[in-house]
């Protein structure tokens, strides 16, 4: 055994330690996301300001497929992670420079260089980078569950992931206030990097390479772009319905939610750290929601929890559009906080449901891919929200594209409650072997 093995071996603390590597990589993206919208929306405008959510989401759909079936063929799995999570940190790069130039030249930046498109091609690089995170991570988790236990093991992994969110935002708004963004970005760029040291030592449950599989390319190109015989795996259970239903929902959340670190400030005129605080309400709630939940979506089946929660998604485009009409300061707070906090439910049971239903009907040897297509389909909303609801409140404010947005949700949950089908064994339905065709139909 290599001396890295062995410290790696007692290093390796099981769930406290894939605990601490999501909660790492999730802080530095958190931070990054809600510092480069507050930056960007003080002199942008929204459309702008959603351009950010858009970049990430872009960057997410394009590689999430890919480092996952990078994984499934190679078997791989800690080199990708600590390769993709090295690359997210050199992605800062461009930020140090733009700050650096606008320091010497008393913050007035030359013609060529303009800060809005470089902070939203960073966040893109970004993205390109962190995408080969979660598809890995979530097939760990999701291997360690079991069958019977994948719920649980997905919901702790997923409280860890948010734990990581809500510090992110919550130090966000206390450095947002207390340094220059080059003081930022330095932060952001130290927890990067831990996060990619911590996750060299996570047992990743390496696996032997494909043996089926030819040159990697090809590989890689047939699992993303699979021939019209080669489908059926999208089609048990209704995969694919999940898959557009997970777009629509996220284009709600994302399009409500790329807007409102400016929405509050600006619109609702609440100070910067109070804005950190409210942002942290959803994923700090969501900590303790995960666990909790995995283990009812184990006892009562996946597609109810999916269901509510992307029903519930829709409450939190209302209820942010709802807080312009709270009187005074504190009311408006509480009124934000309340969305946040619906949010958190309905997003813990819909994405703890969704992982433990990508796993129980994903063939061997596939698992990461479709974790990764999971990811993929969430950011094509990611992608289509942030557009079309920056452009609504551009025009018509932002209250009104709240509430527009909040249809979508709603409707991505009558998809899924017509077209997916229970995968779970113990709710008392195996996969079915009709692709595509509800159980309960």
Same mark, same amino acid.
């Given at each position: 055994?290599?001396?890295?093995?062995?410290?790696?071996?007692?290093?390796?603390?099981?769930?406290?330690?894939?605990?601490?590597?999501?909660?790492?990589?999730?802080?530095?993206?958190?931070?990054?996301?809600?510092?480069?919208?507050?930056?960007?929306?003080?002199?942008?405008?929204?459309?702008?300001?959603?351009?950010?959510?858009?970049?990430?989401?872009?960057?997410?759909?394009?590689?999430?497929?890919?480092?996952?079936?990078?994984?499934?063929?190679?078997?791989?799995?800690?080199?990708?992670?600590?390769?993709?999570?090295?690359?997210?940190?050199?992605?800062?790069?461009?930020?140090?420079? =733009?700050?650096?130039?606008?320091?010497?030249?008393?913050?007035?930046?030359?013609?060529? @260089?303009?800060?809005?498109?470089?902070?939203? #091609?960073?966040?893109?690089?970004?993205?390109?980078?962190?995408?080969?995170?979660?598809?890995?991570?979530?097939?760990?988790?999701?291997?360690? !569950? !079991?069958?019977?236990?994948? !719920?649980?093991?997905?919901?702790?992994?997923?409280?860890?992931? $948010?734990?990581?969110?809500?510090?992110?935002?919550?130090? $966000?708004?206390?450095?947002?206030?207390?340094?220059? &963004?080059? #003081?930022?970005?330095?932060? /952001?760029?130290?927890? *990067?990097?831990?996060?990619?040291?911590?996750?060299?030592?996570? %047992?990743?449950?390496?696996?032997?390479? %494909?043996?089926?599989?030819?040159?990697?390319?090809?590989?890689?190109?047939?699992?993303?772009?699979?021939?019209?015989?080669?489908?059926?795996?999208?089609?048990?259970?209704?995969?694919?319905?999940?898959?557009?239903?997970?777009?629509?929902?996220?284009?709600?959340?994302?399009?409500?939610?790329?807007?409102?670190?400016?929405?509050?400030?600006?619109?609702?005129?609440?100070?910067?750290?109070?804005?950190?605080? /409210?942002?942290?309400?959803?994923?700090?709630?969501?900590? +303790?929601?995960?666990?909790?939940?995995?283990?009812?979506? %184990?006892?009562?089946?996946?597609?109810?929890? =999916?269901?509510?929660?992307? +029903?519930?998604?829709?409450?939190?485009?209302?209820?942010?559009?709802?807080?312009?009409?709270? &009187?005074?300061?504190?009311?408006?707070?509480?009124?934000?906080?309340?969305?946040?906090?619906?949010? +958190?439910? +309905?997003?813990?049971?819909?994405?703890?449901? *969704? /992982?433990?239903?990508?796993?129980?009907? $994903?063939?061997?040897?596939?698992?990461?891919?479709?974790?990764?297509?999971?990811?993929?389909?969430?950011?094509? !909303?990611?992608?289509?929200?942030?557009?079309?609801?920056?452009?609504?409140?551009? @025009?018509?404010?932002?209250?009104?594209?709240?509430?527009?947005?909040?249809?979508?949700?709603?409707?991505?949950?009558?998809?899924?409650?017509?077209?997916?089908?229970?995968?779970?064994?113990?709710?008392?339905?195996?996969?079915?072997?009709?692709?595509?065709?509800?159980?309960?139909?």
């Amino acid at each position: 055994m290599t001396p890295l093995s062995t410290l790696r071996s007692r290093l390796d603390g099981g769930t406290a330690l894939v605990g601490l590597a999501a909660v790492t990589r999730v802080t530095a993206g958190a931070l990054l996301g809600t510092s480069l919208a507050v930056h960007v929306g003080r002199t942008g405008t929204a459309l702008e300001v959603s351009l950010l959510a858009t970049a990430f989401s872009l960057g997410i759909i394009l590689f999430a497929p890919v480092w996952g079936a990078l994984a499934d063929v190679t078997g791989r799995r800690r080199l990708i992670l600590v390769a993709t999570g090295l690359g997210a940190t050199l992605a800062l790069t461009p930020l140090f420079a =733009i700050e650096a130039l606008a320091s010497v030249t008393d913050g007035i930046l030359p013609v060529a @260089v303009d800060s809005v498109w470089v902070q939203v #091609g960073v966040r893109g690089l970004y993205a390109v980078f962190i995408a080969g995170f979660a598809p890995l991570m979530l097939t760990v988790a999701s291997e360690r !569950g !079991g069958a019977g236990g994948r !719920g649980k093991s997905v919901g702790s992994y997923n409280a860890f992931t $948010a734990a990581g969110a809500g510090t992110g935002q919550f130090v $966000a708004g206390l450095l947002l206030g207390a340094l220059i &963004p080059n #003081g930022v970005y330095v932060v /952001v760029a130290g927890v *990067s990097l831990l996060a990619t040291v911590v996750v060299a030592f996570v %047992d990743t449950g390496e696996s032997t390479p %494909d043996p089926d599989a030819g040159s990697l390319p090809s590989e890689v190109r047939s699992r993303l772009l699979p021939a019209a015989g080669e489908r059926d795996h999208l089609r048990t259970n209704g995969l694919g319905w999940l898959y557009l239903g997970l777009s629509a929902r996220q284009a709600t959340v994302s399009g409500v939610g790329a807007l409102m670190p400016v929405y509050i400030v600006t619109t609702l005129d609440l100070p910067e750290v109070w804005m950190g605080a /409210v942002l942290a309400f959803n994923p700090v709630s969501q900590t +303790a929601l995960m666990y909790y939940l995995g283990g009812v979506v %184990d006892e009562r089946g996946r597609k109810p929890m =999916i269901t509510l929660g992307m +029903a519930g998604s829709a409450a939190f485009g209302l209820v942010a559009a709802a807080a312009v009409f709270a &009187p005074g300061r504190l009311a408006t707070a509480a009124v934000v906080a309340l969305g946040y906090v619906t949010l +958190a439910i +309905a997003f813990s049971a819909m994405w703890t449901g *969704s /992982v433990a239903f990508v796993g129980d009907v $994903a063939p061997e040897n596939r698992e990461s891919e479709l974790m990764g297509l999971a990811s993929t389909f969430r950011s094509v !909303g990611g992608v289509v929200g942030p557009l079309g609801v920056g452009a609504v409140a551009t @025009v018509a404010g932002y209250p009104t594209a709240f509430a527009a947005a909040s249809v979508l949700a709603l409707g991505a949950a009558g998809l899924v409650s017509l077209r997916v089908a229970e995968s779970s064994p113990a709710a008392g339905t195996a996969a079915v072997s009709r692709p595509g065709v509800p159980a309960d139909d």
